[in-house]
């Protein structure tokens, strides 16, 4: 293939990507922040493998991977929310908690535990 093809094709890719990431950060943005009772239903792992060509003159490909976690919730009205959150986040959480839950759209904020059941 020409390079010059490549090239522009990769830029057209990456451009089409950072456009798509403002947007979900733009609409996420104008959604109100919510706080809502919740309950932790179920967490899990996700294990991303992505392979990219070496740079420069090397031959081959560089694997990296990388651990992406998700929390369940069962918010006010029964409806179900799995939002990603950080290792930390993730690590504190077990099924069963309760408390308050801020999200805005699919952006974790907090989850402040609250002693006590469900009520």
Known sequence: MDSNFMLISFLAMF???ILLVLIVIIKNSRLPRLVV???VLE???QKVRRVHPRSGNAVGV???YSTWYYVTFEVEGGDHVEL???K???DKRNKGDYGK???QGTRYLDFE????KRK
Do not use: I, S
């Open 15 to 17: 451009v089409a990507v």
């Open 37 to 39: 009772d919740a309950t």
């Open 43 to 45: 967490k899990r792992m």
């Open 62 to 64: 560089h694997v990296t």
């Open 84 to 86: 990603q959150v950080k």
């Open 88 to 90: 930390q986040e993730y």
């Open 101 to 103: 839950l801020t999200f």
């Open 113 to 116: 535990e609250t002693k006590g």
